[in-house]
């Protein structure tokens, strides 16, 4: 079972909705991290929060925004998607003994996977 | 920048037969590198890791891996697949604060 928690499990949601992905971690991990997954495709990484702080963004669209209330929780604001950004969304976690990154071991969550109508 | 090259798009093997999936990564800075799993419809979960000392890496479910640094190559083995084995895997080079994927292989074990 994995430590990293995200909900929904599975979202859809019309182009003009705004909804919310969640992710929580309770491992002491002071770096999240959200990825993007298409069908048969790596993961691709989205948003770095480190310290609760946005340290990297991959060029996102702003229709995606992040939000770190605290340290255990990550957030992904959604709002007038496109249907191409029907994916896998992926949260995970990483960083031990206090220091806001570790080594890349990433702790990945099940993932929310979004259909955009 | 890093950098991760998986070899094989798809392997179809028969159950019983070995596996080896190549891996070759470029990253400038001291390396750490993975596999990851992830069955049909599933999450993606970590098979090994390397991240210093013995270079032959054993990780769940009866796969290794050999860190062989002159080659930057990091395959994946198994002596013999179950047909359970169908998955899609990626091989992952981790840097100080990011992750970088190989666009991954996709096996297929036939019973």
């Known amino acids: 079972d994995t430590e990293v928690t995200q909900t929904p499990k599975h979202l859809v949601m019309g182009m003009t909705n705004k909804k919310s992905l969640k992710c929580e971690q309770h491992?002491?991990?002071?770096?999240m991290y959200w990825y993007k997954q298409k069908a048969k495709k790596p993961p691709e990484l989205m948003f770095v929060?480190?310290?609760?702080?946005?340290?990297i963004n991959e060029s996102v669209p702003s229709r995606f925004s992040p939000e770190c209330p605290n340290s255990s929780l990550l957030n992904l604001h959604l709002h007038a998607l496109q249907p191409e950004d029907s994916a896998l969304y992926l949260c995970?976690?990483?960083?031990?003994?206090?220091?806001?990154?570790?080594?890349?071991?990433?702790?990945f969550g099940e993932g929310s996977r979004l259909t955009v109508l | 920048a890093q950098s991760v090259s998986q070899h094989n798009h798809h392997v179809i093997l028969s159950e019983a037969a070995s596996l080896e999936l190549g891996c070759n990564y470029s990253?400038?800075?001291?390396?750490?590198l993975f596999w990851y799993v992830q069955y049909p419809g599933q999450h993606l979960q970590l098979l090994l890791k390397?991240?210093?000392?013995?270079?032959l890496v054993k990780g769940i479910k009866g796969f290794e891996a050999e860190f062989i640094k002159s080659k930057f190559s990091f395959n994946l083995r198994k002596p013999s697949v179950q047909w359970s084995d169908t998955a899609e895997y990626f091989c992952?080079?981790?840097?100080?604060?990011?992750?970088?994927f190989g666009k991954g292989t996709m096996l297929l074990v036939s019973p």
């Open positions: 995970a976690s990483s960083g031990t003994s206090g220091r806001a990154v570790g080594n890349g071991e990433l702790f």
């Open positions: 491992m002491g991990h002071r770096a």
């Open positions: 929060y480190s310290y609760e702080k946005l340290s």
């Open positions: 990253y400038g800075g001291t390396v750490n």
């Open positions: 390397y991240f210093s000392g013995d270079p």
């Open positions: 992952a080079v981790g840097g100080y604060s990011t992750l970088t």
